[in-house]
């Protein structure tokens, strides 16, 4: 938490008394603002101005909000008013790309005589998302033995009966191991004892976490692959830790994005017929006001719900009077979790791994 | 070596029927029930080790 000493810190720091920084610059290199003119023509809506050292922090712990607007298990969507683009931008790449997540990454076929070709399997059952909570697991580097605490164990063994129509192997089919892998290893003497693929000293079972349940897959209607009568598919998969950065199948959004809100001003006013226009370019937006006497006009309703669509600049005369632009510092995130760890608790680690960063380029300033 | 004998025996698969035929050095190579002479040879049971990439 921020003490009062740092507030006031904070709203007396300012960068230019910093002992490195250079004074006595002409004032257009001494000042770092860039403004843009909302153009509706040119206007993008990712465009933003950036703050320069006109920002203080005490003004930011003052300024700052975030208004979630829903959420749910899968999904949310908030506000974030009074932060720069650079935060919104990183926490979205965060989110996409740095992220912990458990995914399968070494899948051992014992048998495979569907349609589907061993590495194409591999590669399906590798973006299957997987619903375990990667806080409670280590990564499993190169010389680490897979134990409990770095890999978890899946088997899928479906065979499609003779008899039988076509059939479907879906993610329920995974069950999840919780004393490690069951296939042993084919060791060339035969007095060793076995060795499987893992080395599990305890089951996953015996864990708090995973005592009354089960880890699965994210979602259970996931088509692997199918089969026909007499094929059959006999693997075992060992799922570990990662980063969206290796590969795609780490990351544990669906996607995450912003927007900026839409800021929509009506130059003059717009009566009448060609109030009537506007409304049809962009009925989600505007809204007709009778103002009485049969006379009527367009008012801005929800600025919120615009797409940045511009249609109206087709119209020569509502070019003139409809201003687009984006509020400034006021971001709309959405976040689209794939089952691993809900939105929210997502976006609170990405915060964290960006405060650690920060640590580190601190300390090694 | 005990694993190989002098006369392998191995199982084909028909490529009609799909039933499985069990045959010495010196059969007739063709499916025991349907008569097919098309057999394939069954998937190695070794463990492939794949990366999910």
Redesign the interface.
């Given at each position: 938490m921020v003490t009062k000493e740092e507030k006031r810190f904070a709203k007396n720091f300012n960068i230019n008394n910093l002992p490195d920084v250079p004074n006595g610059l002409p004032p257009h290199l001494q000042q770092t603002r860039v403004v843009s003119n909302s153009n509706p023509l040119t206007a993008n809506a990712s465009y933003v101005p950036c703050m320069g050292d006109s920002v203080k922090l005490g003004n930011f712990y003052e300024n700052f909000k975030v208004d979630v607007i829903s959420l749910t298990e899968r999904d949310m969507e908030f506000d974030m008013i009074g932060i720069d683009a650079a935060f919104a931008n990183a926490f979205r790449r965060i989110l996409i790309a740095e992220l912990p997540t458990m995914a399968i990454e070494k899948v051992l076929i014992a048998n495979n005589t569907s349609v589907i070709i061993d590495e194409v399997l591999a590669h399906r059952m590798g973006l299957i998302p997987i619903a375990a909570d990667p806080r409670l697991f280590e990564y499993l580097s190169v010389n680490d033995e897979p134990n409990e605490k770095n890999t978890i164990v899946f088997k899928l063994h479906v065979k499609c009966p003779k008899n039988k129509p076509r059939e479907k192997v879906l993610t329920s089919d995974l069950k999840w191991l919780p004393h490690g892998s069951e296939l042993l290893r084919e060791s060339g003497g035969s007095t060793s004892k076995p060795k499987t693929y893992t080395s599990f000293s305890c089951s996953q079972d015996s864990l708090p976490e995973f005592a009354n349940n089960p880890i699965t897959p994210s979602d259970l209607d996931i088509l692997i692959a199918k089969l026909a009568p007499g094929q059959e598919i006999e693997l075992e998969a060992h799922a570990v830790k990662g980063i969206g950065k290796t590969h795609a199948k780490w990351s544990p959004v669906a996607t995450a994005w912003y927007r900026m809100h839409p800021k929509v001003c009506l130059l003059g006013e717009v009566e009448d017929e060609l109030a009537e226009r506007l409304v049809k370019i962009c009925p989600n937006v505007f809204d007709i006001e009778d103002m009485g006497k049969g006379k009527k006009r367009a008012i801005v309703a929800q600025p919120r719900k615009c797409t940045m669509g511009k249609g109206f600049i087709r119209d020569d005369d509502l070019i003139e009077l409809v201003d687009l632009g984006s509020v400034e510092n006021h971001f709309i995130f959405n976040i689209e979790s794939t089952g691993s760890l809900p939105p929210d608790v997502l976006f609170t680690e990405a915060v964290k791994i960006l405060e650690a960063k920060c640590e580190t380029v601190l300390k090694e300033l | 070596m005990e694993s190989k004998p002098e006369e392998p025996v191995v199982t084909y698969v028909c490529g009609d029927c799909?039933q499985e035929n069990t045959l010495k050095r010196g059969d007739v190579f063709k499916c025991k029930e349907c008569g097919f002479r098309v057999l394939y040879k069954k998937?190695i049971?070794?463990?492939?080790?794949?990366?999910?990439?």
């Amino acid at each position: 938490m921020v003490t009062k000493e740092e507030k006031r810190f904070a709203k007396n720091f300012n960068i230019n008394n910093l002992p490195d920084v250079p004074n006595g610059l002409p004032p257009h290199l001494q000042q770092t603002r860039v403004v843009s003119n909302s153009n509706p023509l040119t206007a993008n809506a990712s465009y933003v101005p950036c703050m320069g050292d006109s920002v203080k922090l005490g003004n930011f712990y003052e300024n700052f909000k975030v208004d979630v607007i829903s959420l749910t298990e899968r999904d949310m969507e908030f506000d974030m008013i009074g932060i720069d683009a650079a935060f919104a931008n990183a926490f979205r790449r965060i989110l996409i790309a740095e992220l912990p997540t458990m995914a399968i990454e070494k899948v051992l076929i014992a048998n495979n005589t569907s349609v589907i070709i061993d590495e194409v399997l591999a590669h399906r059952m590798g973006l299957i998302p997987i619903a375990a909570d990667p806080r409670l697991f280590e990564y499993l580097s190169v010389n680490d033995e897979p134990n409990e605490k770095n890999t978890i164990v899946f088997k899928l063994h479906v065979k499609c009966p003779k008899n039988k129509p076509r059939e479907k192997v879906l993610t329920s089919d995974l069950k999840w191991l919780p004393h490690g892998s069951e296939l042993l290893r084919e060791s060339g003497g035969s007095t060793s004892k076995p060795k499987t693929y893992t080395s599990f000293s305890c089951s996953q079972d015996s864990l708090p976490e995973f005592a009354n349940n089960p880890i699965t897959p994210s979602d259970l209607d996931i088509l692997i692959a199918k089969l026909a009568p007499g094929q059959e598919i006999e693997l075992e998969a060992h799922a570990v830790k990662g980063i969206g950065k290796t590969h795609a199948k780490w990351s544990p959004v669906a996607t995450a994005w912003y927007r900026m809100h839409p800021k929509v001003c009506l130059l003059g006013e717009v009566e009448d017929e060609l109030a009537e226009r506007l409304v049809k370019i962009c009925p989600n937006v505007f809204d007709i006001e009778d103002m009485g006497k049969g006379k009527k006009r367009a008012i801005v309703a929800q600025p919120r719900k615009c797409t940045m669509g511009k249609g109206f600049i087709r119209d020569d005369d509502l070019i003139e009077l409809v201003d687009l632009g984006s509020v400034e510092n006021h971001f709309i995130f959405n976040i689209e979790s794939t089952g691993s760890l809900p939105p929210d608790v997502l976006f609170t680690e990405a915060v964290k791994i960006l405060e650690a960063k920060c640590e580190t380029v601190l300390k090694e300033l | 070596m005990e694993s190989k004998p002098e006369e392998p025996v191995v199982t084909y698969v028909c490529g009609d029927c799909g039933q499985e035929n069990t045959l010495k050095r010196g059969d007739v190579f063709k499916c025991k029930e349907c008569g097919f002479r098309v057999l394939y040879k069954k998937r190695i049971r070794r463990k492939r080790l794949i990366p999910a990439n």
